[in-house]
């Protein structure tokens, strides 16, 4: 059974960075794709990074440039260091997981929440203007 769990959520000012982390655990598959999502209060679930088992990674408009999603696979952990934060970024920021049949039908390169099958927590991140 795969298991996620965030940490390294916090309160920042914008312009500032942070680094969140996920730690993975029983993700043993050969192709698989990680990524971290984020959901605002009142708004929908939004994909914000994907890593792919082939070391590839795909970004949403939103996050190019600030954000950098990365994996230690000796640690099993996954990270998403934000820099040039905005208030706009504030939310619930969650680690997702998904173990596609091949990356070429993965639905995770859409950054679809709905796609994915296992998830952390959430660790809340607070940019104050």
């Known amino acids: 059974q795969v298991q996620l769990a965030e940490s390294g959520g916090g309160s920042v000012q914008a312009g500032g960075s942070l680094r969140v982390s996920c730690a993975a655990s029983?993700?043993?598959?050969?192709?698989?794709?990680m990524g971290w999502f984020r959901q605002a209060p009142g708004k929908e679930r939004e994909g914000v990074a994907i890593?792919?088992?082939?070391?590839?990674?795909s970004y949403a408009d939103s996050v190019k440039g600030r954000f950098t999603i990365s994996e230690d696979n000796a640690k099993n952990t996954l990270y998403l260091q934000m820099n040039s934060l905005k208030p706009e970024d504030t939310a619930m920021y969650y680690c997702?997981?998904?173990?596609?049949?091949?990356?070429?039908?993965?639905?995770?390169?859409?950054?679809?929440?709905?796609?994915?099958?296992?998830w952390g927590k959430g660790t809340l991140v607070t940019i104050s203007s």
């Open positions: 029983g993700l043993t598959h050969d192709t698989y794709c």
């Open positions: 997702a997981a998904e173990v596609p049949a091949s990356l070429a039908t993965a639905t995770c390169r859409y950054l679809d929440a709905d796609g994915m099958e296992y």
């Open positions: 890593i792919f088992s082939d070391g590839s990674s």
